[in-house]
């Protein structure tokens, strides 16, 4: 049971990225997903959440108007585009699942109430 995340990569300010969240070992439909983010040295920061049924996607400030959360439940994949790339979004990106009986939004931003965790992907900006 894992979730993979993949898609980072080095961008130039004001580019773009798409991150991909795959599952395996698991189905994500009718799971939540989150997207998060962490700079070494500092705690993951909550960017993204979106409910288990794709209707309703909650977006931290920092993020809104830029970067989108899509999910293909067909694929078992999820995916975050980034636009307008700005170094301090330079970041390991991850994708994680809370348990089924979570408060949306707030519990799908909890670090410690994720039941999967997927494998970080490396974004960096220059700029």
């Known amino acids: 049971v894992q979730l993979q995340a993949s898609g980072g990569g080095l961008v130039q300010a004001g580019g773009s990225l798409r991150l991909s969240c795959t599952a395996s070992?698991?189905?994500?439909?009718?799971?939540?997903v989150g997207w998060f983010r962490r700079v070494p040295g500092k705690e993951h920061e909550a960017i993204s959440c979106m409910r288990n049924d794709g209707l309703d996607i909650d977006y931290v400030d920092s993020v809104k108007g830029r970067f989108t959360a899509t999910r293909d439940d067909a694929k078992n994949t999820v995916y975050l585009q980034m636009n307008n790339l700005e170094p301090e979004d330079t970041a390991i990106y991850y994708c994680?699942?809370?348990?089924?009986?979570?408060?949306?939004?707030?519990?799908?931003?909890?670090?410690?109430?994720?039941?999967?965790w997927g494998q970080g992907t490396l974004v960096t900006v220059s700029s």
């Open positions: 070992g698991f189905t994500l439909e009718g799971y939540a």
């Open positions: 994680a699942t809370p348990y089924l009986d979570y408060d949306f939004p707030p519990d799908c931003h909890k670090t410690s109430y994720q039941k999967h």
